[in-house]
């Protein structure tokens, strides 16, 4: 929550996208690798999970974390952009966290 006027009798909840620590006087835009929804503390508070990145700040919800590239992995939490690209003769689906993912056999078979 915030206060931007004094001697409010009521803070305003910090507004989605943003985040709003302990005594703020304004939000504060959300960093990248993170979200922050309706009423987070800290910006570090919501990160983007394995397998996504967020590129831009301000993200508001988990699903505005794009899933990692076709051709890349994202390793860890809060990622700005994908860790790097899959190793070579490795086949990286959009969301992957490694750079040598496991070969889904059945899939191949399916094909």
Known sequence: MYADE????????????????LAAIAPTIC???????????????????????????????LDDCLPCTPGFYCETLALAAPTGECAAGFW??????????????DYLLSS
């Open 6 to 21: 004094r001697r409010r009798a009521n803070c305003t909840v910090c507004p989605a996208g943003s985040y709003c620590p």
């Open 31 to 61: 960093p990248r690798g993170y979200y922050c929804p309706d009423g987070t503390a800290y910006g570090t508070q919501h990160p983007c999970q394995r397998g996504s990145y967020g590129n831009a700040t301000g993200l508001a919800a």
């Open 92 to 105: 990286c689906q959009s969301g992957a966290t490694t750079a040598t993912p496991r070969i889904d056999l």
